[in-house]
């Protein structure tokens, strides 16, 4: 007699994924909707659809895979059957051996499904197991493998930005000869609709900058989500001048000239926000590349718990922008969320009875009650005469967008040592370098000394995506990841999340960022090494004995609290990969 198979609720709730309870009320919703349980499971946010198909795999006696693994997706090989019959029935051959396919499944009681592909390739089926959406993501990202180290994939939307109708009307209005007969001042022209979905849609997937790149036979359009460039769309070459045109007219840059590079903003409202974009337009070889990076008022408001501050550096930070005098700087390369941080600095500081000044190469977020002031140096409003003029306005904090040279530096200097508190930014790898960057620009090491406070490295990490996260299985842990975030196998089972990917973070595991930080606070002994001119080498020792946790330390306890993954980390603090 053949063993009764186990109901796919009773595996859920001894799995304590589920309770008897929730796999009832699961139940009754789907006999009334005539849905299948594990369908009705997902629907009611009970459980989620990997451990669904978990569990029909535990059900049907058949191995579950995981497509975000490397280790599984980079074994796929679509050539091994017709592409249609993949794109309809939603599966991923793995291996064809001795009259043998090992093919990947979302619904095992499709049987009807596995005769036709057993008769129509002339093989023995054997399948495995995985989600649907898993195995939609894998095709929708081009058949490439994802997990935790692939590159994210492009999944949502997947349409193309190009209409019919749009793909028409720049067709025919082609001047092949002047490209000047294409409308791109009437807000009914397609180029017009297109330009404007574009800036929209980046928008509304949280994209910090839309890239319109020129290549030899399309224009290709990227976003960067997260900190990372998704491509959204390739253009029609023949869209190129007019896309362009369209974007530097809003821009108010002059479309005619094309050799230099030119600079511009545009203000649009998206969902009743007025939205701002810094457009840059730069001479490339295949035509002008085109950047717009998007400013959001509200990313610098997020306040300082939510910047990713652990408790006691947060408790530091607070207290080094209180002190009435001296230098805070922050550093780390382009891209690392240096100004958000001031910004949420002066955020907190902006009341009535402080005058704050900036200095700043562009104004990027203007802030009610604090002066800004924007760099023009083609008139001679430069960084130091800026500086200099501050002085005489007598604030209580200054900002300085970034000390780029020795004359601003040693004016930031002498403001922080005749009783102002300075903010500045800093383009160093870490905290201690911040020191000798600055004595290698020229400024003596006696000032440098004696004037800063604090120096704080910091880095942006991508956070996991809360829907589908899941905790990372043993297989699944790199012990080389593991070594290097200085985490043990031991801790690390059962805390180290795996990044899966879905609709809500654009298939790619993480949704949003946020910072990992080093503070070094000045003390005697580090200010005796600087004076000294110590090697950065002896100046981090003395920061790490005073009590500075590293960034790597900072991601060790992000990955443990289940914020981030080991590979984020050692690639955000430049660890060596390869030891």
Same mark, same amino acid.
């Given at each position: 007699?053949?063993?009764?198979?186990?109901?796919?609720?009773?595996?859920?709730?001894?799995?304590?994924?589920?309770?008897?309870?929730?796999?009832?009320?699961?139940?009754?919703?789907?006999?009334?909707?005539?849905?299948?349980?594990?369908?009705?499971?997902?629907?009611?946010?009970?459980?989620?659809?990997?451990?669904?198909?978990?569990?029909?795999?535990?059900?049907?006696?058949?191995?579950?895979?995981?497509?975000?693994?490397?280790?599984?997706?980079?074994?796929?090989?679509?050539?091994?059957?017709?592409?249609?019959?993949?794109?309809?029935?939603?599966?991923?051959?793995?291996?064809?051996?001795?009259?043998?396919?090992?093919?990947?499944?979302?619904?095992?009681?499709?049987?009807?499904?596995?005769?036709?592909?057993?008769?129509?390739?002339?093989?023995?089926?054997?399948?495995?197991?995985?989600?649907?959406?898993?195995?939609?993501?894998?095709?929708?990202?081009?058949?490439?493998?994802?997990?935790?180290?692939?590159?994210?994939?492009?999944?949502?939307?997947?349409?193309?930005?190009?209409?019919?109708?749009?793909?028409?009307?720049?067709?025919?209005?082609?001047?092949?000869?002047?490209?000047?007969?294409?409308?791109?001042?009437?807000?009914?022209?397609?180029?017009?609709?297109?330009?404007?979905?574009?800036?929209?849609?980046?928008?509304?997937?949280?994209?910090?900058?839309?890239?319109?790149?020129?290549?030899?036979?399309?224009?290709?359009?990227?976003?960067?989500?997260?900190?990372?460039?998704?491509?959204?769309?390739?253009?029609?070459?023949?869209?190129?001048?007019?896309?362009?045109?369209?974007?530097?007219?809003?821009?108010?840059?002059?479309?005619?000239?094309?050799?230099?590079?030119?600079?511009?903003?545009?203000?649009?409202?998206?969902?009743?926000?007025?939205?701002?974009?810094?457009?840059?337009?730069?001479?490339?070889?295949?035509?002008?590349?085109?950047?717009?990076?998007?400013?959001?008022?509200?990313?610098?408001?997020?306040?300082?718990?939510?910047?990713?501050?652990?408790?006691?550096?947060?408790?530091?930070?607070?207290?080094?922008?209180?002190?009435?005098?001296?230098?805070?700087?922050?550093?780390?390369?382009?891209?690392?969320?240096?100004?958000?941080?001031?910004?949420?600095?002066?955020?907190?500081?902006?009341?009535?009875?402080?005058?704050?000044?900036?200095?700043?190469?562009?104004?990027?977020?203007?802030?009610?009650?604090?002066?800004?002031?924007?760099?023009?140096?083609?008139?001679?409003?430069?960084?130091?005469?800026?500086?200099?003029?501050?002085?005489?306005?007598?604030?209580?904090?200054?900002?300085?967008?970034?000390?780029?040279?020795?004359?601003?530096?040693?004016?930031?200097?002498?403001?922080?040592?005749?009783?102002?508190?300075?903010?500045?930014?800093?383009?160093?790898?870490?905290?201690?370098?911040?020191?000798?960057?600055?004595?290698?620009?020229?400024?003596?090491?006696?000032?440098?000394?004696?004037?800063?406070?604090?120096?704080?490295?910091?880095?942006?990490?991508?956070?996991?995506?809360?829907?589908?996260?899941?905790?990372? +299985?043993?297989?699944?842990? &790199?012990? =080389?990841?593991?070594? *290097?975030? /200085?985490? !043990?196998?031991?801790?690390?089972?059962? $805390?180290?999340?795996?990044?899966?990917?879905?609709?809500?973070?654009?298939?790619?595991?993480?949704?949003?960022?946020?910072?990992?930080?080093?503070?070094?606070?000045?003390?005697?002994?580090?200010?005796?090494?600087?004076?000294?001119?110590?090697?950065?080498?002896?100046?981090?020792?003395?920061?790490?004995?005073?009590?500075? +946790?590293?960034?790597?330390? &900072?991601? =060790?306890?992000?990955? *443990?609290? /289940?914020? !981030?993954?080991?590979?984020?980390?050692? $690639?955000?603090?430049?660890?060596?990969?390869?030891?």
């Amino acid at each position: 007699m053949a063993r009764s198979r186990k109901k796919l609720g009773d595996i859920l709730v001894g799995w304590g994924v589920i309770t008897t309870d929730q796999a009832d009320k699961a139940s009754s919703a789907a006999k009334g909707a005539g849905k299948r349980l594990g369908e009705a499971l997902v629907d009611l946010g009970f459980a989620k659809e990997d451990m669904v198909a978990k569990a029909l795999a535990e059900q049907f006696g058949v191995e579950y895979v995981d497509l975000a693994s490397p280790a599984v997706s980079g074994k796929v090989d679509i050539k091994l059957i017709p592409e249609e019959l993949i794109k309809k029935h939603l599966v991923l051959p793995l291996s064809r051996n001795a009259g043998r396919l090992q093919l990947i499944i979302h619904d095992p009681m499709d049987l009807e499904m596995q005769d036709m592909l057993r008769f129509r390739l002339n093989v023995e089926i054997e399948p495995k197991l995985a989600s649907r959406s898993a195995i939609k993501a894998f095709l929708d990202g081009g058949g490439k493998g994802g997990g935790g180290g692939a590159q994210p994939r492009m999944v949502a939307p997947t349409e193309s930005l190009v209409s019919e109708s749009i793909d028409k009307s720049v067709d025919k209005s082609v001047d092949r000869s002047m490209d000047k007969s294409i409308d791109v001042t009437s807000e009914d022209a397609p180029i017009v609709k297109l330009c404007n979905r574009i800036l929209v849609e980046a928008v509304k997937m949280r994209a910090s900058d839309i890239h319109v790149e020129p290549m030899a036979d399309r224009v290709r359009l990227r976003y960067r989500i997260d900190g990372v460039c998704l491509e959204r769309d390739n253009l029609p070459k023949r869209m190129q001048n007019a896309l362009l045109s369209r974007f530097k007219l809003m821009s108010s840059m002059n479309i005619a000239e094309k050799r230099v590079p030119q600079d511009g903003r545009i203000k649009i409202p998206v969902d009743e926000k007025l939205i701002d974009f810094r457009v840059s337009a730069c001479p490339a070889y295949h035509g002008e590349s085109v950047v717009a990076r998007i400013l959001r008022p509200d990313s610098v408001r997020i306040g300082l718990v939510n910047l990713g501050f652990e408790p006691d550096n947060l408790a530091i930070f607070n207290r080094i922008i209180r002190r009435p005098n001296g230098i805070f700087l922050v550093t780390g390369p382009t891209g690392s969320g240096k100004t958000t941080t001031l910004y949420s600095a002066l955020d907190v500081l902006n009341r009535p009875d402080k005058k704050i000044i900036t200095a700043e190469d562009p104004v990027e977020y203007a802030f009610e009650g604090i002066n800004q002031c924007q760099v023009k140096e083609h008139i001679g409003l430069t960084f130091p005469a800026i500086l200099r003029s501050m002085l005489r306005q007598a604030p209580n904090i200054i900002l300085v967008g970034e000390i780029r040279d020795k004359e601003v530096a040693e004016i930031a200097i002498q403001a922080a040592l005749t009783g102002h508190l300075v903010f500045s930014t800093l383009h160093t790898n870490d905290a201690p370098s911040a020191i000798t960057r600055l004595v290698d620009m020229g400024v003596k090491p006696f000032l440098v000394a004696s004037s800063i406070q604090a120096v704080m490295g910091q880095r942006l990490i991508r956070v996991l995506c809360k829907q589908c996260k899941r905790v990372a +299985r043993a297989e699944e842990l &790199d012990p =080389k990841l593991l070594r *290097l975030t /200085g985490i !043990t196998e031991e801790e690390g089972l059962g $805390k180290v999340l795996h990044p899966v990917g879905c609709d809500n973070c654009v298939n790619t595991g993480y949704r949003g960022r946020m910072a990992i930080f080093e503070m070094m606070v000045m003390n005697t002994a580090i200010r005796e090494l600087a004076f000294k001119l110590a090697p950065v080498s002896e100046l981090r020792n003395a920061a790490l004995a005073a009590g500075m +946790r590293p960034l790597v330390e &900072d991601g =060790k306890i992000k990955i *443990l609290n /289940g914020v !981030t993954t080991p590979l984020e980390i050692a $690639k955000m603090t430049q660890v060596d990969l390869d030891k």
